[in-house]
């Protein structure tokens, strides 16, 4: 084991630079190799050794950490140099740990914590709607995944040790359903999922949920969202004070939340979405028209304030306008890309590389100095929470080089992360059929994993889109070989890859199943029938519990317990229906059913769209009826 020893170690770090020896294989020392730290107000990193001397100069404390990888990733070079340029003075990750039901345990929040230190990315937000606790809200995350004061503290007191600033980030306007599904919260609702502008509990409740999710953090940061409010002024608003156009309700409650934040001695940033849908016309965002905004919005937006330009759709033309619209709001201005595995059991790398890619480099050149990846969780998605390792690897490199080649970033990620990036790129294929999708990937984000696994065999909503001729059991068994290489190779990872390895056994026999039946009754093959019902169905079912078991033993590892609910209901609603399935074909086979309705029924393509075509929503892949 490599022996360091420390010259200029800032105190405060001491301790995440133990935890940082553990995890990748060091041990501090009085002897051995010697590193001399210095800080400089110049915005480069600079790693120059010598032989057991080495001289590491830092702007930032997180990359003391990135330049101790650096060092151990070229151990066996006597003579090492390299500068990098820093090119975003934040750079990190958003978390979403309440959309999702995944709320990450103290040592996963941990783990990532020091492979984000080694990368160099020095923020992590937790996007935190009712999962955290607000005194005096006792159903404030009832019975949801939610983390304690205690708990928020600690991960801050381990960030701080690594250099990492932890930032809150909540909602103080919509975005609020599971919380204003309570009774308790009438009064405070607009809609189902908005809160009452104008209303004095609205605003002791937000001061409230400002207080309770600042005051574990050393930061003096805060995330205040105000996203996506679909419908603010046409719910109770608009019963109590008539109709109202959104760009003054916005303002007039922008004005009120950022006074609470003032007050508190907080500097505050929020989605810029709002500004442009209470602008343009069709109430969209994304546009490439020159835009000024009113003076009313302009007056509204406290000094402090900083916009924050989301996007993870658009080509590199859009966001270079993009940009420069928000800066036209005269505020500083956060690039808010996105590492995509939300809604499948997979990693978008396709979509995420090209977002990262092309929303960083415009960053650069239009003079973005903060930056952000969103890791989105909405609808529980069935992906691991490793997987988004290799778009993380990917947006550290882009703040310490003007251009990153895949090489850089592919043998960074192997020490960073202990894995492999090929392997970890391969999980995109639980979505991504190359034969069908063509050389460019899925840039579509078409969650084949998700809505094979889930959709009902006899109502089958999406079997008119699927490929006939393409043979989804010899795809998805390579694919199973692959993770289950995979998880021998990289025991860091084994779990995750053991869990692909499940999904893709019981995809293999799951995903044409739809097909199979409807073929073998509507052209009234008996034997092939019989052969779904009395064997492959059967298997399907092992794969699928098997699938479940090996699921849920990585949640409990990675995450808490309440919030795994939900995919014991998924599992056990497309166990049920097989088995259902089973016996309306057994049943029609021994005459007691005239007909089976269900593959009777002609089969259409989703909402209209031929080929393969995202569904993303699990109600909307499972049934055609109200759930």
């Not at 940061?221 to 046409?234: N, V």
């Not at 592919?410 to 020490?415: K, N, T």
């Not at 849920?552 to 309440?562: A, F, V």
Request: with cysteine.
């Amino acid at each position: 084991m490599t022996n360091i020893c420390f010259s200029g170690l800032p105190a405060h770090l001491t301790p995440g630079m133990i935890e940082f020896a553990k995890e990748y294989g060091f041990e501090l020392s009085t002897g051995g190799l010697h590193i001399t730290l210095n800080s400089t107000q110049e915005e480069r990193l600079t790693i120059s050794r010598d032989g057991a001397t080495v001289s590491i100069s830092y702007h930032q404390p997180v990359q003391i950490f990135r330049a101790v990888g650096l060092v151990l990733e070229h151990l066996s070079d006597k003579r090492f140099e390299t500068v990098e340029k820093c090119y975003f003075t934040m750079n990190g990750a958003m978390l979403d740990v309440s959309q999702g039901e995944a709320l990450p345990t103290r040592e996963t929040v941990f783990r990532l914590l020091r492979m984000m230190a080694c990368m160099g990315l020095n923020c992590l937000m937790l996007y935190l709607e009712d999962t955290y606790e607000v005194e005096g809200e006792p159903y404030f995350g009832y019975m949801r995944p939610r983390y304690t004061q205690d708990e928020l503290r600690a991960f801050d007191d381990y960030a701080y040790a690594l250099g990492v600033e932890m930032i809150p980030c909540i909602q103080t306007l919509a975005h609020l359903t599971d919380l204003l599904r309570w009774e308790t919260y009438a009064d405070v609702r607009e809609d189902e999922s908005t809160l009452l502008v104008g209303e004095k509990r609205t605003y002791d409740l937000i001061e409230k949920m400002i207080r309770s999710s600042t005051a574990p953090f050393r930061s003096h940061r805060i995330h205040i969202g105000m996203d996506e409010a679909w419908r603010l002024g046409q719910g109770n608003y608009l019963l109590r004070h008539g109709l109202r156009d959104k760009l003054s309700i916005m303002s007039e409650h922008l004005s009120k939340v950022t006074a609470i934040v003032e007050k508190l001695g907080l500097r505050p940033m929020m989605w810029g979405d709002m500004f442009f849908r209470a602008t343009l016309p069709d109430g969209e965002y994304y546009t490439q028209d020159d835009l000024e905004f009113p003076s009313e919005v302009l007056s509204a937006l406290q000094p402090q304030l900083q916009i924050i330009y989301w996007d993870y759709y658009s080509n590199r033309e859009t966001m270079e306008c993009m940009t420069k619209l928000h800066q036209k709001l005269g505020r500083d201005v956060i690039f808010a890309g996105c590492v995509r595995n939300n809604r499948s059991f997979a990693y978008s790398h396709a979509k995420s590389t090209q977002n990262i890619r092309d929303g960083l480099s415009v960053a650069k050149e239009q003079g973005v100095r903060e930056t952000f990846a969103t890791v989105w969780g909405d609808n529980c998605p069935e992906s691991s929470l490793w997987c988004i390792l290799l778009g993380l690897q990917l947006y550290a490199e882009e703040g310490y080089a003007q251009t990153v080649l895949d090489e850089q970033w592919y043998q960074r990620f192997a020490f960073c992360t202990h894995g492999s990036a090929k392997a970890f790129e391969a999980i995109k294929l639980m979505d991504e059929l190359p034969e069908v999708m063509g050389s460019s990937g899925n840039m579509k984000v078409i969650n084949t994993s998700r809505f094979l696994l889930w959709q009902d065999p006899l109502l089958g909503l999406m079997d008119a889109n699927l490929p006939v001729a393409f043979d989804f059991e010899a795809h998805y068994r390579k694919l199973s070989n692959s993770m289950t290489e995979a998880a021998e190779r990289y025991p860091a990872h084994e779990q995750m890859f053991r869990f692909y390895a499940s999904a893709c056994d019981a995809l293999a026999l799951k995903a044409d199943l739809g097909l199979r039946l409807t073929e073998a009754y509507h052209t009234k093959n008996r034997k092939k029938l019989a052969e779904i019902a009395d064997d492959r169905i059967p298997r399907v079912l092992s794969a699928m519990e098997r699938l479940c078991e090996v699921h849920r033993d990585l949640w409990m590892r990675t995450n808490q317990s309440i919030g795994w609910e939900v995919l014991d209901l998924r599992y056990g609603g497309a166990m049920q229906r097989l088995k259902t399935t089973r016996a309306r074909v057994k049943g029609w086979l021994a005459g007691e059913i005239a007909e089976i309705e269900e593959l009777k029924r002609e089969r259409l393509p989703y909402n209209g769209h031929d080929g393969l075509t995202p569904a993303y929503l699990y109600r909307d892949i499972v049934s055609a009826s109200r759930l």
